[in-house]
């Protein structure tokens, strides 16, 4: 069974960085499509960052410079670095993987199969 886990978010000031990661169980992770997305009180789940079966990587504009998804394989753990917070990164974060469209940059939700459970993220002004 595929099982996502994402490490414990954090409160931090604005300016500063948090790493969060999100380990994988059940299967091996560098074949997936694998994906970042958060969700702030009252608003739609946003997708973050995309990371193929390729290790090719895509953004959304607004964390672009300063948001990095990256892998560990033999970890089969994914990252995603987060620099230069702001107030407006304040978010439930969760990751998501699809096996079965590995080589696409996937951007939707509906598009990935299986979910962590989200971790907090907190930016203080």
């Known amino acids: 069974q595929v099982q996502l886990a994402e490490s414990v978010g954090g409160l931090v000031q604005a300016g500063r960085f948090l790493r969060l990661s999100c380990a994988a169980s059940?299967?091996?992770?560098?074949?997936?499509?694998r994906g970042w997305f958060r969700q702030a009180p009252g608003k739609e789940r946003e997708w973050v960052a995309t990371?193929?079966?390729?290790?090719?990587?895509m953004y959304v504009d607004s964390v672009k410079g300063r948001f990095t998804i990256s892998q560990d394989n033999a970890k089969n753990t994914l990252y995603l670095q987060m620099n230069s917070l702001t107030p407006e990164d304040t978010a439930m974060y969760y990751c998501?993987?699809?096996?079965?469209?590995?080589?696409?940059?996937?951007?939707?939700?509906?598009?990935?199969?299986?979910w962590g459970r989200g971790t907090q993220v907190t930016v203080s002004s």
């Open positions: 998501a993987a699809n096996p079965a469209r590995s080589q696409l940059l996937l951007t939707h939700p509906g598009d990935f199969i299986y």
């Open positions: 059940g299967y091996t992770f560098s074949s997936y499509c």
């Open positions: 990371i193929n079966s390729a290790g090719r990587t």
